[in-house]
């Protein structure tokens, strides 16, 4: 069965220091693989998302950017925080245009 | 309009009642249809899709009506642990979310 992990699960990091989350995906080979932010009390906003190595389609111009250097392995990067960045971020899976699975998620929060 | 809108509650409903849910979306070309279930500070996990025909699981059916562009939700025999956040799911080339109904069962 497929498996999707992501860390840290917490992070508190001060404005303006880089980020790096992982998500890595178990059991299956070339996902589409997506990356969601959810603010408090809202709906998941897509950021990115990946249908193989090194392709990447960003939905938000941001100071965030993503990265797939395997196949079922997806980064999610920032140089300097902001604010703004604080949220509960989302890895999730698909093998279609279809259901998404999603990991256990990071919540940030910038200071 | 937003893309994909639900009320978002909550939705205050004692055990044993009945909810219904409802969700609706503005792209008439919308070919798949999603509710999901979240749990406070959890990630999103799919509780069902939604068929042109309508489906059921268990107490739960989810119906798609597509000349009125909405989809429904309906719980029955609503538990304490059906307190989440539903999440309402359309897609095309791409899934737009909805922000959520929360629902909270009431003993």
């Known amino acids: 069965s497929q498996t999707i992990h992501q860390w840290p699960a917490t992070l508190v990091q001060p404005v303006g220091s880089p980020l790096s989350l992982e998500c890595t995906v178990e059991g299956t080979s070339n996902p589409n693989l997506y990356w969601y932010r959810q603010a408090a009390g809202r709906g998941l906003q897509l950021l990115f998302y990946s249908v193989g190595i090194g392709q990447i389609s960003s939905e938000v111009p941001q100071n965030l950017s993503a990265s797939r250097p395997q196949d079922r392995q997806f980064i999610l990067s920032s140089k300097k925080l902001l604010l703004s960045d604080s949220g509960f971020y989302l890895c999730?899976?698909?093998?279609?245009?279809?259901?998404?699975?999603f990991g256990p998620g990071t919540r940030l929060t910038v200071t | 309009r937003k893309e994909v809108e639900q009320d978002p509650g909550p939705f205050n409903v004692p055990e044993g009642a009945t909810v219904a849910f409802n969700c609706t979306y503005s792209n008439s070309a919308s070919q798949s249809f999603f509710w999901y279930r979240q749990d406070c500070r959890k990630e999103p996990k799919l509780l069902m899709s939604v068929y042109s025909s309508g489906n059921e699981d268990g107490r739960f059916t989810a119906q798609l009506n597509r000349a009125s562009q909405y989809i429904s939700l309906l719980i029955r025999d609503s538990k304490l642990s059906d307190s989440a956040t539903y999440l309402c799911?359309?897609?095309?080339?791409?899934?737009?979310w909805g922000a959520g109904t929360k629902l909270i069962i009431k003993p």
């Open positions: 999730a899976w698909s093998n279609s245009l279809y259901e998404q699975y």
């Open positions: 799911v359309v897609g095309n080339y791409q899934l737009i």
